[in-house]
């Protein structure tokens, strides 16, 4: 039994395949912020959905029900598609999105590897990120992971040196089956201040898309993360500023990683950037929250970041 149905027979004449699927880590919702932008600029069509009643947990992923003056009118159940699209310039693209499987994800990577054979995808390029001690003060930053075919692509991003074991979602999997047989792939991810890992940090998805779009040529109009970008910087320099522990964390932050960058490595799994040595961001994070909604530190209104 296959575990998708085709919806569309369409030509992309060897896209890119972008994959962005919840459920794993995604700091500051930078990959899903960046895959709402992404296809807010493309014209799409479906052309693949998975069955998720074979993937997916329903208990934990449970479907949204509408209800509009006590009757429900709408179920909205958990999807996994492939989306076909072009942006601006025409240039074609393929959209793996949706929430990352609970279950048979041999069985999910054996049907992705079909349908990115089907598509003739030229290259696979994941979206992520993670947190991380570094200050909201500097550009965000990513580190790449790649098949061997794309180690060109990954070098120009930059990577973390040493070796390292991790728990690995589905990007990772499908990265590894993607190398298995020769596909490039190439994993983006996001250093997100891990002060700021669970709000949204739009400064991480302007990142990622502008880096997708210098590694793969497609135009993406990225104006509006950029003002929002901007906008979350002011609301949280001006609570920072508030608090002088706050400010010497993040000045800490600054110093620490501007040693890094006088220097011509990435730091390496077990340097001093590691979580453990800086002070914990828990209160800060808390009181960026309530800063963020309107609760008492930034006056009344409820400002929207995103």
Excluded at 13 to 25: C, D, F, S
Excluded at 142 to 166: E, I, K, R, Y
């Amino acid at each position: 039994m296959s575990l998708y149905e085709l919806h569309a027979d369409i030509d992309l004449g060897n896209p890119v395949l972008v994959v962005a699927l919840e459920g794993w880590v995604d700091a500051g919702l930078a990959a899903a912020t960046a895959i709402t932008t992404l296809l807010e600029n493309m014209e799409t069509n479906l052309y693949a959905s998975f069955i998720t009643d074979e993937l997916l947990d329903q208990r934990a992923r449970r479907p949204i029900a509408r209800i509009t003056d006590g009757l429900v009118t709408e179920l909205r159940w958990p999807e996994i598609k492939l989306l076909a699209g072009k942006d601006r310039k025409g240039r074609a693209a393929a959209l793996l999105v949706g929430v990352e499987p609970d279950y048979r994800w041999r069985s999910f990577i054996d049907a992705t590897i079909e349908l990115t054979t089907k598509v003739r995808a030229r290259l696979v390029v994941g979206l992520g990120a993670f947190p991380a001690p570094v200050p909201h003060t500097r550009p965000v930053k990513l580190v790449a992971t790649c098949s061997p075919g794309a180690a060109d692509l990954a070098s120009q991003v930059g990577f973390v040196h040493g070796s390292m074991d991790v728990a690995a979602g589905i990007y990772s999997a499908l990265e590894a089956a993607f190398s298995d047989i020769g596909i490039p792939s190439l994993g983006l991810w996001a250093r997100v201040p891990h002060y700021v890992a669970n709000m949204p940090y739009p400064a991480a998805s302007l990142a990622l898309l502008e880096t997708l779009s210098s590694l793969t040529g497609l135009d993406i109009d990225v104006s509006s993360l950029r003002s929002a970008a901007e906008e979350t910087s002011k609301r949280i320099d001006e609570l920072i500023s508030k608090s002088d522990d706050h400010l010497s964390m993040v000045r800490r932050l600054e110093e620490t990683l501007d040693t890094f960058d006088e220097q011509t490595e990435e730091p390496s799994p077990s340097s001093g950037l590691g979580i453990d040595h800086i002070p914990s961001g828990d209160e800060i994070a808390a009181e960026l929250e309530r800063f963020l909604r309107g609760d008492g530190l930034g006056g009344g209104e409820d400002p929207t970041v995103v």
